[in-house]
């Protein structure tokens, strides 16, 4: 077979090497892999127009939970628990704890390949934040004094954005952390008077990333991996610091492989192959890559001495300890399910983002 596969997440960071190794090591399934990029929103319009069409060209979508939402809630992927004994024995029992929690977000219509605590973290320069906030309200207070300095971007299409909306009920204390619609009145509040002071909301998290490399912005919201990450590609620089809220509870975040419906049997057996071959100890080390997902292993066992070389190097020269001690011990919660999160994007697009 050849599989084409589609990007919205940025997932190939991580899993790259593991496409070539599989290809390399399993020529008798695959003749060629090729891939491409998208964004989470164009996601299921074009999925759902190759499958009216009769003609589904992509046979595996890596993608995180936004995309991963938007496709269940238009019931555009293959259904995956017919195969998980013949395919991925003891799926549930291999992820270690947060990621096995996170996996039944998919609802048994996609694998989870990497997994992160994520945030949410704040991303600052230490030359123009003396002292970071450490509550919503220092950060409001902040906001105030630096107009246009503080930036997150739009939900819907950013990890770090969708890591902060999905974090502040819980930091503010709002009725239910998991009712965006009736349980959020406290957390629409706060990003109502937030946005009177923050620079516009970017579509993507990079050009966050971008606007304070270059100083444009003096402190975004961030996450574990995209903390790290950037500062090791050399895109920001490596003395912007990050910062914990206190009595933080950490919104996990994870990445999927999922298969549109529409699939030959031939395909979808190819594809499903090449997912518990991601899933093996030996390939997950590869997920630790530059950072990206931090730590990224959502299987048991696979710890960063077991990452490759530039991996290990990579976490010891620009991670910081500080952030394995948040997370020691801490509060994680999910992100939040399919239906609830496309309400918060709806929401936040409605309420949030018209407004600026």
Request: a neutral charge.
């Amino acid at each position: 077979m050849t599989l084409n596969i589609l990007d919205v997440a940025g997932t190939l960071q991580l899993v790259k090497p593991i496409l070539d190794a599989f290809k390399s090591q399993h020529p008798e399934i695959v003749a060629n892999i090729t891939t491409s990029t998208g964004t989470a929103p164009e996601l299921a319009p074009k999925v759902q127009a190759q499958q009216q069409a009769g003609n589904v060209q992509i046979q595996l979508v890596l993608t995180g939970t936004d995309g991963l939402a938007a496709g269940i809630q238009k019931n555009l992927w293959q259904p995956l628990k017919p195969y998980y004994d013949t395919f991925f024995p003891n799926l549930m029992a291999n992820y270690q704890p947060g990621a096995a929690s996170m996996a039944t977000l998919a609802q048994d219509q996609g694998i989870e390949l990497v997994w992160t605590p994520s945030g949410p973290l704040l991303e600052y320069d230490p030359a123009k934040v003396a002292t970071p906030p450490n509550s919503p309200q220092a950060l409001l207070d902040w906001a105030k004094a630096n107009p246009g300095k503080f930036q997150y971007a739009q939900p819907r299409n950013s990890g770090p954005g969708r890591t902060f909306l999905m974090g502040l009920p819980y930091l503010l204390g709002d009725s239910d952390p998991t009712d965006p619609t009736n349980g959020w009145a406290k957390t629409w509040d706060f990003l109502t008077q937030l946005g009177k002071y923050t620079a516009p909301y970017p579509s993507k998290t990079s050009a966050t990333m971008t606007n304070i490399a270059q100083g444009t912005v003096s402190m975004i919201a961030s996450t574990a991996g995209w903390y790290i990450n950037p500062r090791v590609l050399g895109t920001v620089p490596a003395g912007i610091k990050v910062a914990a809220f206190d009595n933080l509870t950490w919104v996990s975040d994870a990445q999927y492989g999922v298969i549109p419906k529409g699939l030959s049997q031939d395909e979808l057996i190819a594809v499903m192959r090449l997912l518990a071959f991601a899933l093996t100890p030996d390939q997950q080390a590869a997920t630790f890559d530059n950072c990206y997902f931090y730590p990224g292993p959502a299987v048991k066992g696979v710890t960063p001495d077991k990452a490759p070389a530039a991996s290990q190097q990579a976490i010891q020269k620009f991670g910081d300890p500080r952030i394995d001690q948040w997370i020691a011990g801490a509060r994680i919660k999910n992100s939040l399910p399919a239906a609830a999160q496309v309400t918060a994007f709806d929401l936040w697009d409605k309420k949030i983002g018209a407004a600026k």
